[in-house]
């Protein structure tokens, strides 16, 4: 198969909505694509050394098959979901053998989508004069029904909707479900290398029915050529068809900012569906660069805010979902606070977002805005590590799923080492598990305690520790209560 489209293919699939928050398939992805033309270079020890190159040690082939599965289930709700009318398949065909053994199938594999096409019936017999006129008459009523159709689906529901965007030097190109180009839009001042190829395009735009019309709008966060700290975002709104809408600045001048320029990124955006007959509304989260404070606004399908709650600390992750199994969502966000410079993670419900969060520290409240009235505000322990070597923790990656709320803590705040903390709840914010992922904390760990005075090993009291989750809002102590935790 041509290389070229099965690139474009692997592209799409990086720069999907379903691979935004999955860094590890990513990756893995790419590694297989990279050595997708020389199949026989592939082996469990090449996937390691790329996928984990500080774990080398540590990984094993059956590390190499659990991700492979992880990813081969990925790309199948891809491909049922926002691919599915991608012209090219990417598989995982399942491998018979042992991971170094006889290979009967290959690791990836690139394909033409079959279209698929009705099988044409047998050949009608007219027997008498009536049956045909009948005949006739039913044709002539299914072309009236069909020219009704065709004039409904212009009217109404765009046929090949926005699904996808890249962005071509200086121009931001939006794609249909085939990955054709549907409009372009040309931004003469670049846009900002760190914002969007860090962790992507995908996450920087987002596809929605904003007016219930059946017409998918377009909101792109634009952030201009140059350093984060100098230049804010702008949430644009644009139509199916690529017409401008609207355009919203997040944030707005503080006296706590002490002069900081007012320049505040969008790092989340989220649709909440409300009852029948209430119009969609938009859940904006975005943060002042460079640190703090953060936003959280909600804004109506014409751009215009209906309400706020501020945040003193960095949150940059959200999420929404229907936590108590009412039917309605809450919003869900994580990030850093400026109580104690702890991890932390925020729900709210969508109809009570306003007010600024309550510190202790005088020189962090925001004040003006009102009390705010989170459901649920926790703290997440730092580790004798962290507090030694970086200034705060970080709650990332939120996710929830079969009742239960799952997010993960770095430990170290460095693209170079992966010191993650896992936890989980339960669906009334029990704690049931809280532990370190991988060695690569312990390891680290080790490292930086191996001499001098305080030279010690992860101890069991330490990794308890991790279970001390501070309650400041929507628990009946000061804790949160432990349940009965996964082994």
């Given at each position: ?65 659990t ?12 491909y049922?979901?926002?691919?599915s009318r ?14 170094e ?5 290959p690791?990836?594999?690139a ?13 009608a ?8 006129k009948?005949a006739?008459?039913?044709?002539a009523?299914?072309?009236g ?13 765009a ?6 965007a890249r ?28 914002w ?8 920087r735009?987002w ?25 804010g ?7 199916d ?17 002490n ?29 002042h660069?460079p ?6 606004a ?15 600390g ?6 929404l ?13 994580t ?18 977002v ?15 805005m009102?009390?705010a009235?989170?459901?649920l ?12 070597l970086?200034?705060?923790n ?33 669906r009334?914010?029990?704690l049931?598990?809280a532990?370190?992922?991988?060695d ?5 760990h ?24 501070r ?17």
């Amino acid at each position: 198969m041509n290389p070229s489209a099965i690139r474009e293919q692997v592209d799409k699939i990086l720069q999907s909505r379903s691979f935004a928050n999955k860094g590890q398939l990513r990756r893995l992805l790419q590694v297989l694509h990279k050595h997708m033309q020389l199949e026989n270079e592939i082996t469990s020890d090449l996937v390691i050394r790329e996928l984990w190159p500080s774990e080398i040690r540590t990984k094993r082939p059956a590390d190499v098959a659990t991700e492979m599965n992880r990813l081969r289930h990925a790309l199948k709700t891809y491909y049922e979901e926002e691919g599915s009318r991608d012209p090219v398949a990417i598989t995982l065909p399942k491998r018979a053998g042992t991971a170094e053994g006889a290979r009967e199938q290959p690791w990836i594999v690139a394909a033409p989508r079959a279209r698929e096409r009705p099988e044409p019936g047998p050949q009608a017999h007219e027997n008498s004069r009536k049956r045909w006129k009948i005949a006739v008459l039913i044709t002539a009523i299914c072309a009236g029904i069909s020219v009704a159709a065709y004039v409904s689906v212009r009217a109404g529901e765009a046929p090949n909707p926005p699904q996808s965007a890249r962005l071509d030097g200086t121009v931001l190109r939006i794609m249909g479900a085939e990955g054709k180009e549907l409009w372009s839009k040309n931004f003469p001042d670049g846009f900002s290398t760190d914002w969007y190829y860090e962790k992507g395009i995908a996450t920087r735009i987002w596809f929605g029915d904003l007016e219930g019309n059946g017409h998918t709008s377009v909101l792109f966060s634009y952030l201009p050529g140059g350093r984060l700290s100098m230049n804010g975002s702008t949430l644009i709104c644009y139509s199916d068809r690529g017409k401008e809408k609207w355009r919203w600045t997040p944030g707005r001048e503080l006296p706590e900012l002490n002069g900081s320029p007012p320049t505040y990124a969008t790092w989340a955006v989220a649709l909440l569906k409300g009852p029948e007959k209430r119009p969609v509304r938009i859940i904006v989260l975005s943060q002042h660069q460079p640190w703090w404070p953060s936003q959280m606004a909600v804004l109506d399908p014409s751009g215009k805010i209906l309400s706020e709650y501020w945040h003193s600390g960095g949150l940059s992750y959200m999420i929404l979902a229907d936590l108590d199994g009412d039917g309605r969502q809450e919003i869900i966000a994580t990030g850093i606070s400026e109580y104690d410079h702890q991890a932390t993670l925020v729900i709210l419900d969508p109809d009570r977002v306003f007010g600024a969060s309550k510190e202790v520290r005088p020189g962090f409240q925001i004040h003006g805005m009102g009390e705010a009235q989170e459901r649920l505000r926790l703290l997440f322990p730092r580790s004798d590590m962290n507090r030694a070597l970086f200034q705060f923790n970080d709650a990332i990656e939120p996710t929830f799923d079969h009742g239960n709320l799952r997010l993960t803590v770095a430990e170290c705040i460095t693209p170079v080492l992966d010191c993650r903390i896992y936890y989980e709840f339960d669906r009334h914010f029990r704690l049931i598990a809280a532990y370190a992922g991988s060695d690569e904390f312990r390891s680290a760990h080790e490292r930086f305690y191996q001499s001098g005075k305080e030279a010690h090993r992860l101890g069991l009291d330490e990794e308890a520790a991790f279970q001390k989750v501070r309650c400041l809002v929507g628990c009946k102590s000061e804790y949160v209560e432990v349940g009965k935790l996964i082994p």
